[in-house]
């Protein structure tokens, strides 16, 4: 689990770190010059019952509240440091408000510089500041890092609260919020953050967002401990080859190639704090902080002018600047001059669709998503989706309301049924089947498009077709996946040449022949056995073309016509060692 401090300036977050841990994170000259914190600190320490904790160490000066906020990613429990002889001060509330925002859920109120004696009232005064909160009824420990006084008491209040909490949500997609970037002599780039949602592993290729530069784990170390792997709710530091230092910026995300959605835009449930300095009015312009990284953001409201302190509504974030997200994020807005913390709340839609911002079928679709039923959202978004095939990265709630599904991509059923009725009227006028399938679902994978048509349930087609219509097909059948050229063709029918057009025009409008060069036709059952080998053998794994003329069985040429022609179709893709299956 990470630990983070919280806490307003000189409140002794830092002291009390090192009394805990051993370790000084005031790493700077300046920040030991100056005896104030200024950058992230990390030291991990190991709590009665032997669990391991990884502590954030986060300024408490005004100043510095965007390098506390971009601590604040991942962390779930806090040590909020009150200094007993002064009470609650105005960073204390603030940091407690940004900490309420993110949906930390549980920690620790340490009473510290207790040596100094403690101001009159300061408990009383303690409870009303954290009644309502996630603090609320949190142990208070007086500690003293200077004699030691209540270590003990903290080490077990923070065991009980760690135990007491939930184990960090998982997911398939590790995310690391970079804090810190370095390079290290013989090893190159090294990046540090809070590693949270999944695993990483060394020799993971990963992607460093909101860009597209890609990079290999080389190393992985947790508090300058080596490691094959690291698991969610650690410090990792990451040690990256093929990328330069240069190109990589504290405020960046790395996560896996597919992983996050890059957007400029996003709709949002948003809370003003009932303390909040100023309201937030229609197009107001914010400072949003989300992970590590902070942008700037023009605020359109949407279905209200004006966002009193206290209220929750929705609203449009228009960035400056890409961001990298996952929908369900937290995130923290501040006022842009003078600056101030404003509220927060999380993302709905990463992509909005364009609609008015007092259109009621909008509200109501951010209020099904707010509510946050799985199933609800996703029965919400097929109907958004019209005609659209979905594919979501969890797809658990929309089986569970039973949407019609092809290989991850789902349908309405109002959908489905609306394609049923398309598939008829072109049945009607000759397709066959393959070809209503690439006619209706062009976009979808072979595999899903195929799925999504046994769920039509057409009638059978009558086998209707010209004699020479019957021999076309037998001939390009017989040819399989080595074509004649058409010119050839059209040699081997002296005298029928304008009937042969016409007989292998409607093969091909039908979909029993595909085009897959310019002149080059392959009958569809052909080429589907032809896909069906290749898939068979090589799944997801990457192959050659050399590998693929084997397969098939035919010359370097028709492989590659088929190759170009798949690759042209959205079926395989190139890398830069062959071709893989989309």
């Known amino acids: 689990m990470i630990l983070g401090t919280a806490g307003h300036v000189d409140h002794g977050k830092t002291a009390l770190v090192k009394a805990l841990t051993g370790v000084d994170t005031d790493r700077l000259a300046e920040e030991r010059r100056r005896g104030l914190t200024i950058e992230l600190g990390f030291a991990p320490l190991t709590l009665p019952s032997g669990r391991k904790v990884s502590i954030v160490d986060v300024p408490g000066h005004e100043k510095f509240i965007p390098t506390m906020l971009s601590g604040c990613a991942g962390m779930d429990l806090v040590l909020l440091a009150i200094a007993a002889d002064q009470g609650p001060m105005p960073q204390t509330r603030e940091h407690l408000a940004i900490l309420s925002l993110l949906g930390v859920k549980g920690g620790v109120i340490a009473l510290t510089r207790a040596d100094l004696g403690e101001k009159n009232g300061v408990r009383e005064q303690v409870a009303a500041l954290v009644k309502g909160t996630f603090l609320e009824g949190a142990p208070i420990i007086p500690v003293s890092a200077v004699t030691g006084q209540g270590l003990p008491e903290l080490r077990s209040a923070l065991d009980a609260q760690a135990n007491a909490l939930p184990p960090p949500a998982l997911t398939d997609t590790p995310r690391l919020h970079i804090d810190r970037v370095f390079s290290v002599a013989g090893s190159g780039t090294v990046v540090t953050g809070t590693l949270t949602g999944g695993t990483i592993r060394q020799g993971m290729d990963l992607r460093l967002w909101p860009g597209d530069t890609r990079a290999k784990v080389r190393g992985l170390e947790r508090h300058g401990a080596k490691a094959a792997e690291l698991p969610p709710g650690v410090r990792a530091a990451v040690n990256l080859a093929g990328i330069k230092t240069e190109d990589v910026a504290r405020g960046m995300t790395l996560a896996p190639p597919d992983g996050l959605e890059v957007t400029d835009q996003m709709d949002v449930s948003l809370t003003l704090l009932p303390d909040s300095p100023y309201p937030i009015k229609n197009n107001s312009q914010l400072h949003l902080h989300h992970g590590a990284r902070a942008v700037v953001c023009r605020c359109v409201l949407l279905g209200r002018d004006v966002l009193q302190p206290g209220e929750t509504g929705f609203a449009q974030l228009r960035l400056d600047q890409p961001l990298a997200v996952l929908e369900e994020d937290k995130f923290v807005v501040r006022f842009f001059s003078p600056l101030a913390t404003l509220g927060g709340g999380t993302i709905l839609e990463a992509h909005p669709a364009r609609r008015g911002r007092k259109d009621p079928n909008r509200l109501e679709g951010l209020r099904i998503r707010a509510l946050g039923d799985p199933q609800a959202i996703a029965a919400r978004r097929l109907s958004e989706a019209g005609d659209t095939p979905l594919h979501p990265k969890d797809p658990a709630p929309y089986r569970a309301i039973g949407a019609p599904e092809g290989e991850g991509w789902f349908l309405s059923r109002a959908a489905l049924e609306a394609y049923r009725i398309q598939a008829l009227e072109l049945q009607k006028q000759g397709l066959n089947a393959p070809a209503i399938r690439d006619r209706l679902f062009p976009a979808l994978p072979r595999g899903a498009a195929e799925r999504f048509m046994a769920q039509l349930d057409l009638p059978a087609p009558s086998s209707g077709g010209s004699p020479l219509d019957r021999e076309v097909e037998s001939l390009y059948r017989d040819l399989g996946l080595v074509p004649s050229e058409d010119k050839a063709i059209e040699c081997a029918y002296p005298g029928r040449t304008a009937e ?57 040429k028709y492989a590659l016509m088929l190759l170009e022609y798949w690759d042209k179709t959205g079926v395989t893709k190139q890398t830069g060692e062959g071709r893989r299956f989309a």
């Not at 042969?500 to 409607?506: G, Q």
């Not at 290749?534 to 590998?547: D, M, P």
């Open 500 to 556: 042969l057009k016409l007989a292998r025009r409607a093969l091909t409008d039908r979909g029993v022949l595909v085009v897959v060069c310019k002149g080059f036709r392959v009958h569809a059952a052909c080429l589907d056995a032809g896909l069906y080998k290749l898939k068979s053998r090589f799944g997801t794994e990457v192959f050659t073309l050399a590998q693929a003329r084997d397969t098939l069985g035919v010359s370097r």
